[in-house]
Every structure is written in C-alpha cells, then in structure tokens.
C-alpha cells in the first residue's frame, strides 16, 4: 500500500462544477494539509484528486499506465483511508462518481470502515448506489451513519463497480455533531436601508433602480442589484414571466407573483412572492441572499439590512495556473489572502478556449445539430468571430469539470471531447453533447449560443494567466509572437475576460514564467501599457539569485547556468526538464508576488 503523509492538495480550492445543480449537501471537512491518504492502488497517485474539491478530477483504481499503455494492477477492493491528526465526528460521507461519460470504475457498493487509533479497523456502514439509465445521474451519493462516530482514521471501500475498478470525483466525510468549525473566509458586505435608493457594497456607495421596502412583514428589494452583487447573473424570460438566477452553487427559478420558488430543483415557498414594483423586479432579500448561501442580519433601530458574503478570487488558465502534481499557486493564494479561492486552471487550454470558458467570448455551434430525446450528439463548436477554441478541456472527458454542465437552446448536458495532441496547438478532435434527461428532440441552428458553467463564476477578484497554449486571439490560431501586434491580441483578449468579470477594477495580469532573456519582452512591455500596476512581472524576479537568497534557496551550479540565460532557475521549477511548469518554491513566489500586489492595489487587507 501506497502511504501520503502530507496531502498538499494540488487544486484544494478548486471547483466543482457541478454543485449548483443538486440540493445543497451538509457541511463536510475540509481536506488538511495534515490528512494522511491511505490507497490501496492508484494511478500514478492521483487518489489526492479524490480530495481536490474539484469533481472535475477523478482517483482511478485498479491500473498504472506503464510503458505506454495501462495494464491492470489490482482486484476488488478498492479502498481510500485518511488519518486525522486527531480524532474527528463524522456523521456520514458523501461519494461523487466521475463527471465524464465514462462509467467504468463507478461504485455500486461500499462499505465505510472507523478505526479508533488508526490501525484497527471496525465496519461502520454499508451502502448500495444507484446512478439510473446509462449511468446518467452522476449526483453526490450521501451514505448517513446510523450515529456519528468519533474516529481517528476512517476508510472508504469500493467493493463492486463497473469494469472491477474503483473511481472517486470527490469523497467528503459530513461533520457530526461537535465537530470543530472551519476557519473563517473573509467576508464581503452589502447594505441597503429600507425606502432609500442608496446601497453600499464594501463600502463604495451605489444608487438603487428602487429602493429596498416592506410589504407585509417582508423586506423586498431589487432584484438585479442583490443578486448580481453577490455574483450571480440574472435572467428574463417574458412569456412566463420567470426569473432565473445563477451562480456558481445554486439555481434559483421564481415566477412573478407566484409564492412557489425552485431552488436547485427542489420546490420552496416564499411568504411575499417576486413581484414588479414601478417596474423594477423585487424579491424578499433574506430567502435570495440564504438561497444563495449568504447570511442576512437585520438592524432594527436603522432599518438597514446587512447581506455578509465570502469573497471569492477566481484564478484562470492553463496547467501553469492548475498546477502539476500537488502544487498550485491558487492554493497558496487562498492561504496567504484567507479569500476562497477557485482554481480555474485547465491544463493544454488555449488562450481562447480559457477565455470562451470564462464567458469573454460566446461558444457557438459551427453548425446544425440535432439534439436527440435522449443520449449524445455530435457538436462542433467555434467563437463569435469563427475562432477556433483550441482543445477544450485538453486533459480530457476528466477536465470538462470547469465546462459542464453546458446549456444550449434550453437543454442541460455535459461535453465529452478527444483531443488530438499530435499537432501544435492541440486541437478538440471530437466532441458531443450528452443531455441530462430525456425530452423531446432539439433543433440546435448554426451560431446558437453555448452557455458554460465557468460563466457562472463572478469573483470578487480574478486572476489572469494565460497564453502558453497558443491560439492568443481569433486571428492568432497557432502560436503567438513576441511582437507588440501578437502582444497586443493577448492583451484585448485578457481584456475581453476582465470585462466579463463582476468587478472590472479588482483584476491580476500574470506576465509569462518561461524562457530566456527577452524572449517575452514585447508581451512584458504591452501587459504593462496596458494593465499597469495590475500586471504582475513574475519572471524578472524569479529570474533573479536574489529571488533564491531571499527564500533560503542556495544556488545550484545548475541554477547559475539557468540564471546566465535569464530563465528561472532550475530550484524553482518542476523538474529539471521541465522548463515551462514551476515547483513548490516557485508557485509560493508566485503567489506571495499577487498578494503583495492585491495589498497595495487594496484589494485585501495584510493578514
């Protein structure tokens, strides 16, 4: 058996995508730093994505991918165990299978062991999972404990499935009662006080299309305003009078004066219903705000309403931003800010298939396509401008977890893509749209608008790191330039992203890390005449021996080559082949370079 000691998670505060559409789950843990992961067969190790918090990513057991193919490795069972640094009550734990088309390796049974002093172990649980017709709902499978046990370690098997291997997306353990609680993220605020139309959020004072009032006993404001503040969009639909908001987590759906709400498609009742006031949309305040996870408080002596609200920073790229291995600088991020922090990296995507995932750019349907009752359909798939998406989720079916769910001309389905890595840039070979449920058969027309996921996402802060993939813009499909027009593309296509953001003012421009001297310096000179002090030149620094004395590094012979070349040095990179991905050391500069920037720009606050 294969022992992690220290699970430094490679995505720790990645997303998973697919939360906003099932019910809300109970508090679970947070993965540690000083979890110890037990497994009991991997592939190359990849059990911490179980623990990632990104259903995008999957542990696959049971094979090891050896000279060149995968060849089988171990039988049923198939086990995941974590050791707590202290005992801990669990309530219960919640399996994700995988989110791709895929479901081999998906469990059937399983049965949940608890251990007392992390070496004797005592069966808790067991549990059968059904996933329906084809394997369709890929939904959290919650197995509740008949009590909560107080264990030191507990450990998950799988002990049938399809194919006879064992995958996990993500494996949560729910909290029981008097479990510890989590540290605290940093919060935003927004205020509104009854019958005036001025607002505040974090302190920058708005103007309201209506102000906030009460009608029988409920606090009603606009709609638009508290939503899209809180980073979720809105949107109309006339004919049925309905209100659909969404963010990241949740799916709210209302009807004007109707008192019946859906939240993530379970049925709710409103005490006030929605309702048209001197033409504006206004909703009661406190079921929008909890619906959508925030905390309201209510102060009577100045009639003002108070909605607190984590902050978000949004980090978006390619592998340098997803990190190799156990490493990322998002991660280190969210630690050094306190701020929840998404992980929106995609290894192998281009700059504008990152950019169309975001929202930046529409993804259209390059031509007609039926939508079958039931199943897949083969789609492909293009910008506004006819530009080519590049590989979109170019680590494979696993990665389109920062894509799906997709939305296009009503229908709700997931994306599978091949991606062909013979060519440079890599391009998407193949893709199909997989339907949640069935219904009745959908026409999609030529140039019919895609909607991601990703789009869902509004931080209060993004980071941008994009273009080692190539494709800089619609008229830049190979690789870019170190010219100032190529340059120039880049930075209107960043632009683009940071127009799509909820707060245009809070962003982060990420200079490219790799290569020698000059070989970035038109790209460097056009980031900074176009975003400023936004821009964040990473390179100079860790291209520099004073970068490695000021982080106790003392400089290889090898680093000193490196650093006669102007490349960063080899004790700040992955490897020493790998002159492209940055290590632990280097994606800690990294990190500690933004934050220091956000400081300054007064973005956070110093902790």
């Not at 190790?45 to 089988?72: M, V």
């Not at 004007?256 to 909703?283: D, F, Y």
Request: aromatic share 10%; net charge negative.
């Amino acid at each position: 058996m294969k022992k992690i000691l220290a699970l430094i998670l490679a995505i720790g505060v990645g997303l998973s995508m697919t939360t906003y559409i099932h019910a809300a789950l109970p508090k679970t843990y947070k993965a540690a730093s000083d979890w110890a992961i037990d497994f009991s067969s991997s592939v190359d190790g990849n059990a911490l994505k179980a623990f990632d918090e990104d259903s995008g990513t999957y542990w696959h057991s049971g094979y090891k991918y050896e000279n060149g193919q995968f060849t089988y490795k171990a039988p049923l069972p198939h086990s995941l165990t974590v050791t707590f640094p202290s005992p801990l009550p669990v309530a219960g734990t919640i399996y994700t299978p995988r989110q791709d088309a895929s479901y081999t390796g998906v469990a059937d049974t399983v049965v949940i062991y608890g251990s007392d002093d992390g070496k004797t172990f005592y069966k808790i649980k067991d549990d059968a999972y059904s996933y329906g017709s084809g394997y369709s709902n890929r939904s959290p499978k919650e197995t509740l404990f008949d009590k909560t046990v107080t264990v030191k370690a507990i450990k998950f098997e799988i002990t049938k499935s399809s194919g006879d291997f064992g995958t996990c997306a993500e494996l949560q353990f729910i909290k029981g009662e008097g479990a510890p609680e989590d540290s605290k993220m940093a919060k935003g605020l927004i205020s509104l006080t009854i019958d005036s139309k001025e607002a505040g959020i974090n302190g920058k004072n708005v103007v309201l299309a209506s102000p906030a009032t009460i009608k029988d006993g409920t606090t009603l404001v606009p709609l638009r305003f508290v939503s899209e503040s809180l980073g979720a969009t809105v949107s109309w639909e006339d004919s049925t009078k309905t209100v659909t908001i969404r963010d990241i987590k949740s799916l709210i759906e209302l009807e004007i004066g109707q008192k019946t709400v859906w939240v993530n498609n379970e049925a709710q009742s409103l005490s006030v219903p929605a309702q048209i006031i001197n033409n504006v949309t206004m909703v009661p305040i406190r079921f929008v705000s909890e619906a959508l996870g925030n905390d309201v408080e209510w102060e009577a002596e100045t009639k003002k309403v108070n909605i607190y609200y984590d902050l978000t920073i949004a980090c978006w790229g390619d592998s340098l931003t997803e990190g190799v291995g156990t490493i990322s600088y998002p991660t280190a991020i969210e630690t050094l800010t306190g701020i929840k922090t998404y992980n929106m990296g995609v290894g192998g995507e281009s700059a504008m298939s990152i950019a169309s995932r975001q929202g930046a750019y529409d993804v259209l349907a390059a031509e007609d396509v039926t939508i079958p009752a039931s199943g897949s359909a083969d789609i492909k798939l293009t910008t506004y401008g006819g530009g080519n998406l590049c590989a979109i989720g170019a680590g494979g079916g696993g990665y389109l977890g920062k894509w799906n769910p997709v939305f296009i001309d009503g229908v709700e389905g997931t994306l599978v893509t091949a991606i062909d890595t013979s060519v440079a840039p890599r391009i998407t070979a193949t893709c199909s749209f997989r339907r949640k449920t069935a219904g009745e058969p959908v026409e999609v027309k030529a140039g019919d608008k895609l909607v991601t996921s990703a789009s869902f996402l509004k931080a209060d802060i993004n980071v941008i790191y994009i273009g080692a993939n190539g494709v800089w813009s619609e008229d830049i499909q190979g690789y870019g330039n170190n010219t100032r027009e190529d340059a120039q593309k880049l930075a209107e296509t960043i632009k683009a992203m940071i127009k799509n953001t909820k707060n245009p003012e809070k962003y982060i421009v990420i200079g490219f890390t790799w290569g020698g001297k000059d070989r970035w310096s038109e790209v460097d000179k056009v980031f900074k005449e176009n975003f400023g002090d936004k821009f964040v030149d990473v390179k100079s620094y860790l291209a520099s021996e004073q970068a490695l004395t000021d982080h106790g590094i003392t400089p290889t012979e090898k680093d000193k080559a490196d650093l006669t070349t102007g490349m960063v040095p080899e004790s700040f990179r992955r490897t020493p082949e790998d002159t492209t991905h940055l290590g632990t050391a280097g994606y800690g500069v990294m990190a500690e370079m933004v934050y220091k920037r956000m400081i300054e720009l007064g973005f956070v606050k110093a902790k």
